[in-house]
Each structure stands twice: as structure tokens, then as C-alpha cells.
């Protein structure tokens, strides 16, 4: 599975967003613009939808003077 940031709601649990770290399969319509610049980054012969990990580790933090969140990766392979 592509790692992901998912945020769900602390009262009722429901899934509120999702952001992948990882494109998805290009033969399908990307999430959201920040997915389609991703992809482009990949060579044209990676599977990076399949094997190009992005898993979300450890330590989040949060900017709220930027209002921006900063989460580490791992498990990235070619």
C-alpha cells in the first residue's frame, strides 16, 4: 500500500481526509495536483504506485505560523 496521511474526525471516527506520499497507478486520474507533479519525478519504467513506499514514521510536527504538517517517509525502493 502507498503510505498516507489520514485524518478522521476524534468524535464520530469518520475519515475526514487522505493525502498519499506516493503517486498513484498513472493509468488512473491522480487525488490531486500535488500527486500529478510527484509523478513526473518517477522515471517512465518505475512502478512507484506499486512498490515505491512512502510509509509515515515516527515524528509528525506542525507549523501553525505556516499552518504546514512535516512527516518523515521511509521504506522508499526503486
Known sequence: ????VTVYDAMSGE???????VPGDPAKPYEDISMARAA???GPSSKYWQFGG???WDSMAF???????????GNGSP
Do not use: N
Open 15 to 21: 475519515q475526514k481526509w487522505r493525502w498519499f506520499t
Open 1 to 4: 500500500m502507498r503510505g498516507c
Open 54 to 56: 512512502g510509509t509515515v
Open 63 to 73: 507549523d501553525p505560523e505556516l499552518t504546514l504538517m512535516y512527516i518523515s517517509t
Open 40 to 42: 513526473q519525478t518517477w
